[in-house]
């Protein structure tokens, strides 16, 4: 029972998702249920895990940052506004989860003897990571869902997010200078590239054909064979590093927005209500559910791609269930020493909440 109640607790998203799928087929003629999964989407997601964890098993995003902190004498701010940015762009390439992963263990042992100071540095770095990872197609999974369920346009992507993302630096920039300018000490940071440079390059060549496409210039069968066999050949462990339960829960939500679709009463009642509302209602229901189960589930209801785009990216701020992402900030710093997870969230709230009601009145504003 317990070990019930762990699994859970650590995968409530994917269990609700299940919950929803089968529940939803009860209440529609017998079907091929698998047709409403979007291979092209799951097969993506699953080949830009691979090549990912194949950075992070070179070390290269801690190697980088390293050398972009330097050594010598250390100022808090200063040192907390690289951390911050470092997630912010390393988010658009890796995804907002893997710069977390990357960057967060890194912030906690720097700021280990500044707990209060600690606390704001997570969390304006795990917003400027969901805010950053808004940029690209591939930043975030529910980008990258949106992007190929609509067939959208490098421009009618681009054109949505990047007002918004101007916007962004400048307010996480207005968020670092509250950071306590005080000495950190004279700080010695160093990390090397490991494994053979070879592996590195294989990775960066199966990251480059992912974008691609993403982007539809190669076919997602070749790319996700040409993954599968150079993981096999180059480092069986990486197969480990997927995010199974996320390629779940994605495939649930398939089935239960297709089975809903299917029944007219209330797939007419959601397309009313979602009129219009498309970008108040996919932030709002991220606030719940998260921003990539809101993305799927909403995508079935309207075909406003530009909407969705922006309130499933911006909803990712305010709750800390808002981005999965989030969750994972939350848990590097509760394996901290003294961690206090009440004053975390109070903090973590306000910030967010914040930025959620400044970046959605802009895009409300100027950008729809």
Same mark, same amino acid.
């Given at each position: 029972?317990?070990?019930?109640?762990?699994?859970? +607790?650590?995968?409530?998203?994917?269990?609700?998702?299940?919950?929803?799928?089968?529940?939803?087929?009860?209440?529609?003629?017998?079907?091929?249920?698998?047709?409403?999964?979007?291979?092209?989407?799951?097969?993506?997601?699953? !080949?830009?895990?691979?090549?990912?964890?194949?950075?992070?098993?070179?070390? =290269?995003?801690?190697?980088?940052? !390293?050398?972009? =902190?330097?050594?010598?004498?250390?100022?808090?701010?200063?040192?907390?506004?690289?951390?911050?940015?470092?997630?912010?762009?390393?988010?658009?390439?890796?995804?907002?989860?893997?710069?977390?992963?990357?960057?967060?263990?890194?912030?906690?042992?720097?700021?280990? +003897?500044?707990?209060?100071?600690?606390? %704001?540095?997570? @969390?304006?770095?795990?917003?400027?990571?969901?805010?950053?990872?808004?940029?690209?197609?591939?930043?975030?999974?529910?980008?990258?869902?949106? %992007?190929?369920?609509?067939?959208?346009?490098?421009?009618?992507?681009?054109?949505?997010?990047?007002?918004?993302?101007?916007?962004?630096?400048?307010?996480?920039?207005?968020? !670092?200078?509250?950071? +306590?300018?005080?000495? =950190?000490?004279?700080?010695?940071?160093?990390?090397?590239? @490991?494994?053979?440079?070879?592996?590195?390059?294989?990775?960066?060549?199966?990251?480059?054909?992912?974008?691609?496409?993403?982007?539809?210039?190669?076919?997602?069968?070749?790319?996700?064979?040409?993954? !599968?066999?150079?993981?096999?050949?180059?480092? @069986?462990?990486?197969?480990? *590093?997927?995010?199974?339960?996320?390629?779940?829960?994605?495939?649930?939500?398939?089935?239960?927005?297709?089975?809903?679709?299917?029944? *007219?009463?209330?797939?007419?009642?959601?397309?009313?209500?979602?009129? *219009?509302?498309?970008?108040?209602?996919? &932030? &709002?229901?991220?606030?719940?559910?998260?921003?990539?189960?809101?993305?799927?589930?909403?995508?079935?209801?309207?075909?406003? &791609?530009?909407?969705?785009?922006?309130?499933?990216?911006?909803?990712? =701020?305010?709750?800390?269930?808002?981005?999965?992402?989030?969750?994972?900030?939350?848990?590097?710093?509760?394996?901290?020493?003294?961690?206090?997870?009440?004053?975390?969230?109070?903090?973590? @709230?306000?910030?967010?909440?914040?930025?959620?009601?400044?970046? %959605?009145?802009?895009? &409300?504003?100027?950008?729809?």
């Amino acid at each position: 029972m317990k070990a019930l109640m762990e699994f859970f +607790k650590k995968e409530f998203t994917l269990v609700i998702a299940g919950i929803a799928a089968l529940v939803s087929c009860l209440f529609v003629p017998v079907t091929n249920y698998m047709n409403y999964i979007n291979a092209d989407t799951i097969g993506l997601l699953f !080949c830009l895990m691979i090549a990912i964890a194949g950075f992070r098993e070179s070390n =290269l995003l801690s190697a980088v940052s !390293c050398k972009l =902190l330097g050594n010598g004498q250390a100022f808090t701010r200063r040192t907390g506004t690289i951390l911050i940015f470092i997630s912010f762009f390393a988010s658009m390439f890796f995804t907002n989860d893997v710069a977390l992963i990357a960057f967060v263990p890194m912030t906690a042992s720097i700021f280990r +003897k500044r707990p209060d100071t600690m606390m %704001y540095v997570i @969390t304006v770095q795990t917003a400027a990571a969901n805010l950053g990872s808004m940029l690209m197609p591939f930043g975030n999974p529910q980008n990258l869902y949106l %992007y190929g369920h609509y067939g959208m346009t490098p421009g009618e992507f681009f054109s949505a997010v990047l007002p918004v993302s101007a916007i962004n630096i400048i307010l996480i920039l207005i968020l !670092c200078l509250f950071i +306590k300018n005080e000495p =950190l000490g004279t700080e010695s940071h160093s990390a090397e590239v @490991t494994g053979k440079k070879s592996y590195l390059i294989m990775y960066t060549v199966l990251f480059i054909m992912c974008l691609l496409a993403v982007f539809g210039v190669i076919d997602v069968i070749v790319v996700f064979a040409s993954v !599968c066999v150079a993981a096999l050949i180059l480092d @069986t462990k990486l197969f480990a *590093g997927v995010d199974y339960s996320l390629l779940l829960t994605f495939a649930f939500f398939f089935i239960f927005v297709g089975n809903i679709q299917n029944i *007219g009463a209330v797939r007419e009642f959601i397309t009313k209500l979602l009129d *219009g509302r498309e970008m108040l209602a996919s &932030a &709002a229901v991220s606030q719940v559910i998260s921003n990539v189960p809101a993305a799927v589930m909403l995508s079935g209801f309207t075909d406003n &791609a530009r909407a969705l785009v922006l309130g499933t990216n911006i909803g990712g =701020l305010g709750t800390i269930v808002a981005s999965l992402a989030s969750l994972i900030s939350l848990r590097i710093y509760m394996e901290t020493d003294n961690a206090r997870p009440i004053k975390y969230m109070g903090i973590f @709230t306000l910030v967010n909440v914040i930025l959620l009601a400044a970046v %959605y009145s802009f895009a &409300a504003y100027f950008v729809m």
